[in-house]
């Protein structure tokens, strides 16, 4: 392939994945990801190409989501600070230490399961909303920045999580999401320039490509984001999140491609179905999430 083939296919790539991660907060690392390792880069190579791709969409996302507000600054903030710290060791632990894997089959099962959680509360119309939680946003930034360094995996380690415990409106979580990924992007950049910089040299035309349209599909998919219903993005995210899982869990597993085929089909098939919602009781309206410290449950006062 050549070189200019290569940097419009992955320009292509990154397009269409930064419009699944600007809406839904994953699925670019692991969209880019597949596709360097896929044409044949090294573990690191593909990363560090990654890590720059990452961190020109990712601060397109994040002044899109700020832009149509969909930005909550105490999370976000907390989650940018430990995620560039776990994407600075990400980076380092890559180029420093031989067979490092981002994903764990204990990680990924326990990250299903978050994400059967997410999707089950979106069919039911039942969102944990109220005072923001910001307490476990420094864990999940730093295992978040690991993991998106190792293996583009910020967006399905750090959005179900968010979604699951923060009780941030789910467009919020996505947008806070947005601005922790640039700064572990550019951590982990950081850590690729000092220990592995020849890796930067190599990726540089493929990591421009994902870039260019990234960048292109950032304020769309950050619009988007705000219009889809609550308790639709909920299970679209919770349903993300198992697809994404499940495909870490099934490599490690090696089952048939048949197996592999009718699980994904299942997802499908459960997706349309959380999509759908229950008949007998319409999803409740959301209340704009305010920054000022409320009772859990209370109802938003009339306006």
């Known amino acids: 392939m050549s070189v200019s083939i290569a940097v419009v296919s992955a320009a292509a790539a990154g397009l269409v994945a930064q419009l699944v ?22 573990p690191v190579v593909a990363a560090a190409a990654l890590a720059t791709a990452s961190l020109v ?6 002044a ?11 999370t976000a903030t907390r989650l940018a600070a430990a995620g560039a710290v776990g994407g600075f060791a990400g980076a380092w632990a890559l180029a420093s230490l031989a067979g490092l894997d981002g994903a764990t089959p204990v990680a990924s099962a326990a990250l299903i399961a978050v994400g059967a959680v997410l999707a089950w509360r979106g069919y039911r119309g039942r969102l944990s909303l109220g005072a923001a939680r910001t307490g476990f946003t420094l864990p999940t930034g730093l295992v978040g920045g690991f993991a998106g360094a190792v293996a583009g995996g910020w967006g399905p380690v750090t959005v179900p999580v968010l979604m699951a415990v923060s009780r941030l409106e789910p467009r919020r979580a996505v947008g806070s999401a947005a601005v922790g990924q640039a700064a572990a992007a550019a951590g982990a950049l950081l850590g690729f320039w000092i220990f592995a910089p020849q890796a ?22 950050a619009w988007l984001t705000g219009r889809v219903p609550a308790a639709k ?7 993300l999140a198992v697809a ?3 495909r870490s869990l099934v490599a490690d597993v090696a089952l048939p491609w048949p197996a592999v085929a009718g699980a994904y089909l299942a997802l499908a098939a459960l997706w349309a179905l959380a999509l759908t919602g229950p008949r007998d009781r319409p999803a409740p309206a ?16 009339a306006t």
């Open 200 to 221: 930067l040299a190599v990726g540089m035309p493929l990591a421009e490509g994902l870039a260019i349209g990234g960048a292109l599909a950032a304020p769309f998919a």
């Open 233 to 239: 993005l909920t299970a679209t995210v919770g349903m």
């Open 244 to 246: 994404l899982h499940l």
């Open 286 to 301: 959301v209340p704009e999430q305010r920054t000022e410290r409320v009772e859990a449950g209370a109802d938003a006062p």
């Open 21 to 42: 991660d600007g809406a839904l907060g994953m699925g670019f690392g692991t969209v880019a990801a597949s596709l360097l390792t896929g044409i044949g880069l090294a």
């Open 57 to 62: 969409t990712g601060v397109m996302a994040a």
């Open 64 to 74: 899109s989501h700020t832009r149509f507000g969909n930005v909550h600054w105490p």
